[in-house]
């Protein structure tokens, strides 16, 4: 169930002469929350943060101290769930149409990340979650945010040319996820607590030709407090392990045992990073072979669901991921 300010929450109004249907009632629950006071006010104060840039000064695999905090990173559809006693910060960037969810124990202060890319992953994803974090208590008052997205339009999509990510939608690609992701935290039984809700609307700005961007694409959580800061990495923080890890993301669409899932990436208990494998199919070697013979802006439309807000570094994630798989397939063979 989700609270704001401390209170149930529900968009049913009752003014309303007839029932709304099933597929509206998610819809209706997202825009209720896009517009409750409590949160267009933390999203106005999470936009007045400056945003940080993490750079490599900040180490992801060393013992934490306040002179160098320690940092989980994660990559698109990856998850970690860590211990404040153990990890400063987690955190997460290049989420245009992606969505980064933040799920946190106010008790204990386990705090579990997942950086979210589509609906389909929603379901199973927010178990795997909450599996170290509820601690057994169904019952334990849980903060939550959400930040990326934007008002997106739906480009000609075909990242996942041989999978089931290729499908084209008319409502572009952040309003469904984001509202998949209401509706299951809506029907579970735990208390989610909703403190920022920066998606969609009120993360999108225009530039002059009125083309859509988000405002922020990343950030990261203190794992002690809580609290929030918008967030960018550059290449050398994007670690460890990153074209193993880029890899995998395309990989997994693939991979029937990964279906449904997210990313294991970050052991909890060991306090150490271990990249879950998994395997390719020809279908994705036939993908990375033909994306090196493409220009920059065909790699944009053919593997973004958002060309024109990519980073900078967007089309080289993709041209190394690409010459990667086909190195690692000679030497397989």
């Known amino acids: 169930m989700i609270f704001v300010g401390g209170l149930p ?6 003014s309303s002469s007839s029932a709304p249907s099933s597929q509206s009632q998610p819809m209706n629950l997202l825009m209720a929350l896009m517009e409750h006071p409590i949160l267009v006010s933390a999203s106005h104060s999470f936009k007045s943060i400056q945003e940080r840039r993490v750079s490599a000064s900040m180490d992801s695999d060393l013992t934490m101290s306040s002179n160098n905090p320690k940092y989980v990173y994660l990559f698109q559809r990856e998850y970690a769930t860590v211990d404040p006693a153990l990890v400063h910060y987690v955190g997460t960037d290049e989420a245009t149409t992606c969505v980064g969810l933040v799920i946190r124990n106010r008790e204990n202060g386990m705090t579990s990340v997942a950086h979210m890319d589509s ?13 170290l974090v509820v601690d057994h208590n169904s019952h334990a008052d849980l903060d939550v945010h959400l930040v990326g997205g934007f008002e997106d339009v739906s480009p000609n999509h075909a990242k996942g040319i041989c999978g089931p990510e290729g499908n084209e939608r008319m409502d572009g690609y ?12 809506q029907k579970r039984q735990e208390n989610f607590h909703v403190q920022t809700l920066c998606v969609l609307g009120h993360n999108t700005k225009t530039d002059s030709q009125g083309n859509a961007y988000p405002i922020f694409s990343g950030f990261l959580v203190e794992s002690s407090t809580g609290s929030l800061i918008p967030a960018s990495f550059d290449r050398n923080s994007q670690c460890p392990d990153e074209i193993v890890r880029r890899l995998r993301v395309s990989a997994s669409y693939e991979d029937p045992s990964w279906h449904g899932k997210l990313l294991d990436t970050y ?67």
């Open 9 to 14: 929450f529900s968009s049913n109004s009752s």
């Open 119 to 131: 609906p389909k992953f929603v379901d199973i994803g927010i178990i795997q979650m909450l599996s």
């Open 174 to 185: 952040s309003f469904p996820l984001c509202t998949k992701i209401v509706e299951t935290l």
């Open 267 to 333: 052991d909890t208990k060991t306090d150490r990073f271990i990249i879950a494998p998994c395997s390719w199919t020809i279908c994705l070697v036939q993908i990375a072979l033909s994306l090196q013979n493409l220009s920059d802006s065909e790699i944009l439309s053919t593997c973004s669901t958002s060309p024109s807000a990519e980073g900078p570094d967007f089309v080289d994630n993709e041209r190394s991921e690409s010459m990667s798989t086909s190195v690692l397939t000679m030497l397989s063979a």
